[in-house]
């Protein structure tokens, strides 16, 4: 293991319960790290509530981060307005830093708010800017399978939900494409494996064959 934080807490995404992160927790356990999910309600309590109770998980002592889709917005935004928060690294999965082309579009059926909630502020706008010296690392998926290609038109690759691009920004300390879908990457052994290379190491590793980058 490394210097850093033997405890890593997991954010879900919107519309999942923190059952969804267990066999991402599951892996990163048995690489040595000591897990906590953090459950929130994604539509009524948005990243706020996902705030609110991983500030409650720090304030029991410094831990790494990693966030699905919404739950990784959320941990930066968190980050952001509270520069305090005893946060080692953060690795997002999937997550829309630069906003959501499905989320945009989806804002066009009738009755939308009803499927983001407190959520869609930050879906649409993303979040790309974070504390200075926050080591932030993004895994990305590439296997085009989910109901968000039925609604954005995307350019380039995706993972069905969010494409690529929307996954960089340049405060991003690492990032990386694996073959999986966005829901995928919860059963990714490659995304895991990557998420704790980057956890000890503030790094992926890229000179492995069978990356896309």
Known sequence: MS?????VLLLHGIWMVG?????FARGLAEAG???????YPSIAGGPDAAAERLADALAQGPAHVVGHSLGGL??????????????????????PVCGSGAAHALSGVPMSHLYFGRSADILHAGCVEWP?????????????RGL???LARFDG????TVSVEETRAPALADHIVVQASHSGLL???????????????????????????
């Open 33 to 39: 790290f000591e897990t906590e999910i953090i459950g």
């Open 148 to 150: 968000g290609a039925l």
């Open 187 to 213: 059963l990714s052994a490659d995304a895991v494996r990557q998420t704790v290379g980057f956890l000890r190491h503030g790094r992926f590793e890229h000179a492995r064959p069978g990356h896309a980058e």
């Open 74 to 95: 959320s941990a930066l935004q968190a980050a952001g307005s509270t520069p305090a928060l005893p946060v080692g690294r953060i690795v997002c999965l999937g997550s």
């Open 157 to 160: 690759p995706h993972d069905g």
């Open 19 to 23: 059952l969804t992160m267990r066999r």
């Open 3 to 7: 210097d850093g934080p033997t405890r």
């Open 132 to 144: 200075a010296g926050l080591e932030v690392g993004m895994v990305a998926g590439c296997v085009p």
